[in-house]
């Protein structure tokens, strides 16, 4: 790995919560930690999700996130999703050519939280943005996860041009333990959070398997591995849907590893969670996610079966998808091969290893960004009205 060039990288996304986000930066630290000549640091709060999974690994320090702010004195590549890119300056107070940034969008929601956050949308013109946009991306400081996250930027700020492709990392190991089907229930398993932007995926799956349950053509039972603000509501649709059911609750590491292996037959998932079951040789297919109810005749894609690494996407969006639920059903019931497939995908897309020496060249050729474009994006993305009013609410509520 050319790597060893570089001095620093650093992380910023500072949260206190469980999700497939920040378990893919931490292990994107842990990762990177393991070579040597380069120092990993994390921005995060002293009690946050990050510094807790971090504490003990070696060569990761931490910049403590206080008051809504942090500070970065040395020269570093900074990491962060592409969600920041208004607030960064708010955010972190670095030099921004000593500073070099990559915004990274791991979720299709990305730039327009970003945009339309805190009553930005009010203020902002989105015409005077695309040309930087386009510009950072050509430069390199902003990479996609995949096709889904590249097209909803094409979409929202109605631009085009050659994305470059940083897809979701993760280490592969050989099982110990294989999953072997016993009984005649068919048990299958979602994977991640139960908040606003998933619950709707979670209600469709449901759908599918009360219609299942009702033609009794499978004997289905859900495993619903996770947690989050919406599990009130979805405890509710469970029983009113009177579906066999399990809650795990969050799991993570060995504790996910034997209850996948131990109870899961067919998984469905999107973004990191879809890895976790593939990379246990578990067939998995996709659904996307939506802020409204799906439609009856949505289509599923397993995971083999997707394009530009996407791992989930607006449902809205234009996309392929292929197979009804009943399809998938019986596909899983004929092909005992979905399994190995679906890991085949994987670890050829997604080995942690050959996605990491992709970051790493990036990096290394990555440069930052010009001064005065910057300024000037920045007074675009956060007009004068809208720079007072977040001034004084971060005064308000940092007691600045």
Known sequence: MKGNK?????????????????LLFVRLAIELSLIEGLNIKVIDYSEGFLTKQLANTPNVSLIPFVNGKAKIDFETILITPLSYIADIEYLVDFNIQEVKLLFWAIHPDNLKDSLYAKGRKIFINKAQLRHYIVTLSEKGNIIYMDGANFYSVVKELDINFKPFYLPIPVDIKEQSKVRIKKDKVLNLGWLGRISYDKINSLYKIIDE?????????????????????????????????????????????????????????????MGTSCIEFASRKIPVFL???????????????????TEDYTLGSNVNSISERKNSFEQLIKQ???????????????????????VLNSLLLHCEDLVACDR??????????????YKISYKLYRKLKFKM
Request: proline share 2%.
């Open 287 to 305: 659904i996307d996610f939506s802020h409204d109810r799906f439609p009856n005749d949505y289509k599923y894609n397993w995971l083999f079966e």
């Open 6 to 22: 570089l001095k620093n990288i650093c992380f910023f996304y500072p949260s206190k919560n469980v999700g497939g986000a920040q």
């Open 209 to 269: 398997v009360r219609f299942f349950s009702e033609l009794k053509k499978f004997n289905i039972h859900l495993h619903i591995i996770g947690d989050g603000e919406e599990k009130e509501d979805l405890i509710t649709y469970l029983k009113k849907s009177n579906v066999s059911y399990t809650l795990a609750g969050t799991l993570m590491n060995q504790y996910l590893d034997n209850y996948i292996i131990e109870n899961i037959d067919l998984g469905v998932a």
């Open 372 to 385: 005065n474009e910057w300024k000037m994006f920045q007074k675009k993305i956060n007009p004068i009205l």
């Open 332 to 354: 899983f019931s004929d092909d005992n091969k979905l399994g190995e497939k679906c890991y085949l995908y994987t670890l050829n897309n997604h080995y942690i290893k050959n």
